[in-house]
């Protein structure tokens, strides 16, 4: 199996080769990473500064000037970086001081005793006399070559080393510097670009070895992308469906964690070729049922001391969503009074939290207050940051009020300002399926009440009240 580090190393050509097919080499040869983290290398050796403001300036300096080596810098744009808006008397004496030191500098690291930055005209150009190999400009090198070429493998080769040449955004600690944040971005789509291509030259190729690794390596280096999916759907293709149904779990509860964000179209419809595809070995009846139950999973979060279920049922989006179709299709033989609830958190004002360092673990305390405050027929889902979702089967009105005391008792703790809004909607069912406002429609009448600063807001008009969110 092609795991990541075999990509890596199969990919891997920088240092060796540049992208004309040149030999590199490192002697005399001025080694600049602007990917991730900035780096500059002269004859093995690092090159670092002094003091932090000047290693800064010098840093800034030497960036923009090996980036630009080809134009050139003017003096207005370098004095507006270095300098920002520092209140300087002569910021032309300033902006000489700092090229004055970072030459001094360059030649104490053993640079040669040549002009090393040139000024020409109001523009600051990098010497011709000292190469220079930036590995954004390799990157940048790689992708227009995979462009060009017709050739299928030739493309396939180039799309992964341009790739594993990119190992971060582009001057990663500068996101608040605006030429450094265009420069980010710009090679990120085509970081994106590269991807995608060398994913479908892999599927193409029904390589789904390589198209594992390219997945995990995207995901690592470009995290919160999305990458997984196709890390997932080579596990399906290989056959290897347990890995890709906790790959996809895993990648939900992070996503959730980290940005609040529900499972991508893609990543859904992995997940859904995933159940497609999983045949079992031949069983009988009896061990197929224990191995569908609850209790077959042996996890002791989930169970209580007599090895009950404990507390509501949790689980992923795609699985509620499953969950609450099939509960409408019951409804339509059964009648049964069933009612789909949003809690939401609330600052002291009552309005939505949608960020913040606390809300992190105000929502774990959350679901933990769901969990314990409801059924362990009903089922529970983490909707966004924030938000959760509950389906409450066979239940009253008047008791998912009740549901909502409990969650307001477990969740409110001393004198704590945030509380929780609760959205109910009860969805009604008559015996035939017609026209929207006619009998046999599938219903949904809503209500929702919050409680802030000790008084319930009004409800809005054609809703009925039912319960108001202690909030403190």
């Known amino acids: 199996m092609m795991q990541e580090e075999e990509f890596q190393e199969n990919s891997q050509k920088t240092g060796q ?26 004859n093995g050796k690092p090159l670092s500064g002094g003091s932090r403001t000047s290693e800064s300036q010098f840093n800034y300096l030497m960036q923009m000037l090996l980036h630009y080596r080809q134009d050139g810098v003017s003096r207005d744009t370098l004095e507006r970086v270095l300098f920002e808006d520092r209140d300087l008397m002569n910021v032309h004496h300033a902006m000489r001081s700092v090229i004055y030191n970072t030459k001094k500098k360059l030649q104490a690291a053993g640079l040669p005793p040549v002009p090393l930055i040139i000024q020409k005209k109001g523009v600051y150009r990098w010497t011709d006399e000292i190469a220079v190999i930036e590995d954004a400009e390799e990157f940048e090198h790689l992708c227009g070559a995979a462009k060009a070429t017709e050739d299928l493998q030739q493309r396939l080769d180039l799309c992964m080393d341009a790739v594993h040449a990119y190992k971060g955004d582009f001057l990663g600690s500068q996101a608040g510097v605006i030429w450094a944040a265009q420069e980010a971005r710009r090679y990120r789509t085509l970081f994106f670009e590269m991807v995608e291509e060398a994913a479908q030259l892999l599927r193409f190729h029904q390589d789904f070895f390589q198209l594992e690794a390219l997945g995990q390596y995207a995901s690592r280096i470009s995290p919160l992308s999305d990458w997984e999916a196709l890390t997932m759907e080579a596990l399906v293709s290989l056959g290897r469906y347990e890995e890709a149904r906790r790959l996809y779990e895993e990648t939900v509860d992070l996503y959730m964690r980290e940005q609040g964000l529900r499972p991508s179209e893609h990543m859904m419809k992995q997940m859904e070729r995933l159940g497609n595809h999983m045949n079992h070995q031949h069983a009988a009846l009896d061990e197929i049922q224990i191995a569908l139950s609850e209790k077959a999973q042996n ?120 509380g929780i809004r609760y959205y109910v909607n009860s969805v009604i069912c008559s015996p035939e399926r017609g026209q929207p406002g006619r009998a046999g429609e599938i219903r949904t009448s809503r209500s929702t009440v919050t409680r802030v600063g000790g008084n319930a807001a009004h409800p809005s008009p054609g809703r009925t009240p039912f319960d108001t969110g202690n909030k403190r």
């Open 299 to 418: 996890d002791p979060e989930r169970q209580s001391a007599g090895g009950q279920p404990r507390g509501g049922y949790v689980c992923t989006y795609p699985v509620f969503q499953g969950i609450y179709q099939v509960v409408e299709r019951l409804m339509e033989r059964g009648g049964q009074s069933v009612y789909l609830m949003l809690c939401t958190i609330v600052d002291s004002k009552g309005n939505p939290m949608k960020e913040g360092p606390a809300l992190d673990s105000l929502s774990e305390r959350l679901g933990a207050a769901i969990q314990r405050s409801v059924r362990h027929s009903d089922t529970i889902n983490r909707y966004g940051r924030g938000q959760y979702l509950v389906l409450l089967v066979n239940t009253t009105l008047e008791n998912c009020a009740v549901v909502q005391r409990r969650i307001n008792q477990n969740f409110i703790v001393g004198r704590q300002r945030t």
């Open 17 to 42: 080769q540049d992208a004309a097919g040149h030999d590199t080499g490192t002697d005399s040869i001025l080694q600049v990473q602007m990917f991730g983290s900035f780096q500059m290398t002269w």
